[in-house]
């Protein structure tokens, strides 16, 4: 079968990670709960019927190894069937040789050969050559290290910064960041020049250096559009004094918070990782779904054309963007796509993204894989998601007569390493 020989052969490409949160002396997972109940698992198990307060503490924030067995044992039959009720089969059959069903009983085993693989202080790295993997940029750093930690792959690269956290809330995100401006800083933002001083200085607390990328998951109801300074002015002057705005200041606030992010990273990178398209719907509920507003990929040619010298990689959480996504390709010259973000992070997803991605813009600009993983139990699962759908898309393309099989070859090669090595980790 044409997609399995495809499949084959992209297994043999070496591959750039180019977005973790890999712990650089602790890659492999620290309990069997953070293989389990992993982030992706744990929607659709509260989906599936498992309660909430079983899944997530009060505040939000997942269980990890809190969470029992038997939430996964009541939900596997519902969720066997998803993507990544796939990705876990994945993760226990090749790393650990679990085939049998999940019960209570066969997972206490899994706990058995869980502890005897990763007791073994080279099993992470065992793990991502396995997976092929030859270098991984990571905002997770050790002590006294820059750069790559190792002169053989897999390379683990202290490469990237990340910024201000909880950009992807609706409600409130612009009042979220400036609550950390002042937690951090101490400092009292009543205008744009206030902000713009504050966000650099922030920044200035950072290391750069080996760092060759800054993360900034931002809100995704921004307006990029030009406005007036005095405009900005008067939102943060309303927000300091307590005042409620309107949902067009919020949306312009939030573009000039991004605004400030890139003149600070501009100072210290050439590359933002720009990372939306999730929203949390409701106050105090700690579910997010796919979702962006109308005026962020329409206006963001905005924000892109006023930092020419600032290399843009989107990592897309909003399927329905992907049309104006692919045209900033075209129509700037320092916007690249890297990858998909977890809520587009399905085969179905991915599948009609690449064939857009493939048709319309050049593999120069296009980077095939980021795991967003803590472990390399989930980088390994997610390479070979990835895997599989590039194949069957790149065997399609040559059952079209769009590729040769060498080409569709090269072109994996382009994406998988050549054009995420170039951006992000040549000098």
């Known amino acids: 079968m044409l997609s399995q020989e495809i499949y ?12 973790s949160h890999l712990s650089p002396t ?12 992993y982030h992706m698992l744990r929607y659709p198990m509260r989906a599936a019927g ?8 009060p505040d939000g924030d997942p269980k990890g190894d809190q969470v029992s ?10 969720i066997s069937s998803t993507s990544f009720g796939w990705a876990l089969t994945t993760i226990l059959r090749d790393l650990y040789g679990f085939n049998e069903p999940l019960s209570r009983e066969s997972l206490a085993r899994f706990e058995e050969r869980f502890k005897e693989h990763t007791g073994n202080p080279n099993w992470g790295t065992s793990v991502l050559n396995r997976a092929g993997i030859a270098d991984i940029l990571t905002n997770k750093t050790a002590e006294n290290t ?43 933002i009543t205008s744009y020049q206030a902000l713009k001083e504050a966000v650099n200085r922030y920044y200035e607390g950072y290391n750069w250096q080996g760092r060759h990328a800054l993360i900034a998951r931002v809100c995704s109801l921004a307006d990029f559009t030009p406005c007036e300074s005095g405009v900005i002015d008067h939102a943060l002057a309303s927000v300091h004094r307590g005042e409620s705005i309107d ?24 590359v933002l990782q720009l990372v939306y398209g999730t929203q949390y719907l409701t106050p105090n509920y700690p579910h997010p779904v796919q979702r962006a507003g109308a005026t962020f990929a329409s206006t963001l040619g905005h924000l892109v054309g006023e930092f020419p010298d600032l290399h843009f990689v989107i990592l897309n959480g909003y399927e329905p963007d992907e049309p104006l996504l692919c045209s900033l390709c075209l129509g700037y010259g320092n916007v690249s796509l890297g990858g998909f973000w977890w809520q587009t992070f399905y085969p179905s997803v991915t599948h009609a993204a690449w064939h857009r991605r493939l048709d319309m ?9 980021f ?12 390479i070979r998601m990835a895997q599989r759908v590039l194949s069957q898309v790149l065997a399609e393309r040559i059952e079209r007569k769009f590729y040769s099989f060498d080409q569709a070859i090269d072109v994996a090669r382009a994406i998988m390493n050549g054009t995420p090595k170039r951006l992000l980790l040549e000098e």
């Open 8 to 19: 084959e052969a992209l297994q043999q490409i070496p591959v750039v990670d180019i977005h």
């Open 26 to 37: 602790t890659m492999a997972a620290s309990d069997p709960g953070k293989i389990l109940f």
């Open 50 to 57: 498992v309660p909430e307060e079983r899944l997530w503490r």
């Open 69 to 78: 067995y038997d939430c996964l044992i009541d939900a596997w039959p519902a």
């Open 146 to 188: 820059a750069g790559a930690l190792t002169d053989a792959p897999p390379r683990v690269h202290n490469a990237l910064v990340r910024g201000f956290y909880g950009g992807t809330r609706e409600y409130n995100s612009i009042c979220l960041h400036l609550e950390q401006v002042k937690k951090q800083l101490g400092a009292e």
């Open 247 to 270: 949902e067009h200041q919020h949306s312009l606030l939030d573009a000039a918070f991004i605004r400030c992010i890139c003149e600070a990273a501009r100072d210290n990178t050439g």
């Open 361 to 369: 813009v050049p593999t120069s600009r296009l980077m095939g894989f």
């Open 371 to 382: 795991s967003d993983a803590h472990c390399v139990d989930w980088i390994y699962a997610r």
